[in-house]
């Protein structure tokens, strides 16, 4: 692919990754994202070991800013849902956004996802706490059975 702007929408493939992307993807990942993976690993509350239930979370998601807004966000996210879908015990797809990402909120919104509540200085970032809003897509309707 060419590192430009695309006059159609391309072809979006996917595929495993492999142990020889891990240079390229930490790369990305450090340039899109100002915390590290082990930070992020101990943001999470959810002890699945004490349910029966499961749940996926998308721990970041990013994509290279020359090809954004091409859809590729909302294809993968698509891809996820897909595959929590295919577990019998999973309940939702959830996630984190910092409060002041608004393509990414509008990105959510715009998949259904839904948000549950705004978390008081969840980030911390160079010394700064932020708050985040709580997104999530349930997977089997349960957002509706919570409301009868
Ligand atoms: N401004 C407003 N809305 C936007 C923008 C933007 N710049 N970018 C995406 N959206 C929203 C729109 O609703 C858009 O729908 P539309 O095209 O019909 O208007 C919708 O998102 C889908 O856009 P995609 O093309 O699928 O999204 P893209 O592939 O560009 O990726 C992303 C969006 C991931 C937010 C990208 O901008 C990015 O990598 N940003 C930097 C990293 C980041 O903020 N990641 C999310 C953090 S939260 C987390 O990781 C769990």
């Known amino acids: 692919m060419v590192a430009s702007k695309f006059s159609t929408k391309p072809k979006i493939c996917y ?8 240079e390229t993807l930490e790369h990305i990942h450090t340039k899109l994202f100002p ?3 082990s930070e ?5 509350g959810y002890d699945s070991a004490k349910s029966d239930q ?4 998308i721990l970041t998601l990013g994509v290279v800013d020359t090809y954004r807004k091409l859809g590729i966000a909302s294809s993968l996210i698509k891809e996820v849902i897909k595959y929590a879908s295919s577990i019998s015990t999973c309940r ?5 956004v910092i409060s002041y990402n608004n393509p990414a909120i509008f990105l ?3 998949m259904s996802f839904k948000c549950i509540r ?3 200085g969840f980030y911390l970032i160079n010394g700064q706490h932020y708050d985040s809003y709580l997104f999530m897509y349930y997977v089997m309707g349960d957002d509706l059975l919570a409301h009868h």
């Open 54 to 57: 499961t749940l996926v979370y």
């Open 108 to 110: 959510y919104k715009k």
């Open 15 to 22: 595929r495993p990754i492999r142990p020889s992307d891990l």
């Open 92 to 96: 939702a797809v959830y996630l984190h």
């Open 118 to 120: 705004r978390l008081q």
């Open 40 to 44: 992020i690993v101990d943001l999470l």
């Open 35 to 37: 915390i590290r993976e």
